[in-house]
């Protein structure tokens, strides 16, 4: 488990976040999260207030571990390092009871002080930015708020394509979905735009390798974009799936044989390939490993 529940003995009429900073020894930056996020306790188990007094023995901390299962980054900085993260790995917690997410690997290898640049789907695969301190963290996201990067995704998407395609259309949430995290094209939807490059079609499969490349970074927009198209990609468990399939896939109680049956594959064919930026005068371009291929 990446949280755990760590004790510390109490100092009675301290205000609680002079004691994380003076006798847990934690930033000023830190113990305001904490306290905002709702992970400090008393021993009664009650959520401490920043600005309320300690009344008691001992104090709980909910304090978060990173736990590893192997991955490294593919490319390490003393600023800043590059995972190539696998599909069905979520970037981060999205609660206590998460068992593992990129951020465990990212904490256990650079410690508290490092955090994502920037984040991908769960299913998606690929290349995660991530920074080591306070300053490439300013930075770094500070370019991807102002998009000054180039990033390509590979997909293997149903159907061929032909030709070069540039899908400008909006996006916005799905009103009419019980799918809560569904997006759909939209004429007042946000501004999205998306160039699509054939790369390779296997006639057996009637299925294309593209490249997509992304001009601006809304959620789901590749694979929205795709499916608006009649060109889903090749195992998206929500975009052109039965809505009952997709919500039992996100209750995680869809088993694999329902996946390979509804689904029609175990995973989703969209992987962050290809990722290119400037940091302190010097320029990097970054691929990931995995190469899809749709001809054996």
């Given at each position: ?87 069905g790995v979520i970037v981060h917690p999205t609660s206590r009871n998460t068992e593992y ?65 540039t899908i400008d259309e909006g996006i916005k949430k799905a009103t009419n979905s019980k ?24 006639k057996v499969k009637n299925q294309t390798l593209v490249e997509a490349t992304p001009i ?81």
């Amino acid at each position: 488990m990446p949280f755990v529940l760590k004790e510390f003995p109490a100092v009675p009429g301290k205000k609680i976040q002079q004691f994380l900073i003076d006798d847990v020894g934690l930033t000023i930056s830190s113990s305001q999260k904490l306290l905002a996020k709702c992970r400090v306790f008393d021993q009664n188990d009650k959520v401490l207030q920043n600005g309320e007094k300690l009344k008691c023995d001992f104090i709980k901390i909910a304090m978060f571990e990173g736990q590893t299962r192997g991955l490294n980054p593919i490319f390490n900085t003393k600023e800043f390092a590059i995972f190539d993260k696998p599909s069905g790995v979520i970037v981060h917690p999205t609660s206590r009871n998460t068992e593992y997410s990129l951020l465990d690997e990212i904490r256990f290898h650079f410690g508290d002080t490092a955090n994502l640049a920037h984040r991908i789907d769960q299913e998606t695969s690929g290349l995660v930015l991530v920074t080591k301190n306070k300053y490439s963290d300013m930075v770094l996201k500070d370019m991807f708020e102002n998009k000054l990067y180039e990033k390509k995704y590979l997909a293997i998407v149903e159907g061929k394509i032909d030709k070069n395609i540039t899908i400008d259309e909006g996006i916005k949430k799905a009103t009419n979905s019980k799918i809560g995290v569904k997006m759909v094209t939209a004429s007042d939807g946000k501004e999205s735009v998306t160039h699509i490059t054939p790369l390779q079609y296997n006639k057996v499969k009637n299925q294309t390798l593209v490249e997509a490349t992304p001009i601006t970074g809304r959620q789901h927009q590749i694979r929205v974009h795709l499916h608006s198209i009649g060109h889903k990609i090749v195992g998206d468990p929500i975009y052109g799936v039965d809505e009952d399939i997709a919500d039992k896939y996100l209750l995680k109680k869809l088993t694999l044989e329902e996946r390979l049956l509804h689904i029609k594959d175990e995973r989703l064919r969209l992987q962050a390939n290809f990722l290119k930026f400037q940091f302190e005068n010097n320029t990097y371009a970054i691929y990931s490993k995995l190469k899809f291929k749709v001809v054996k």
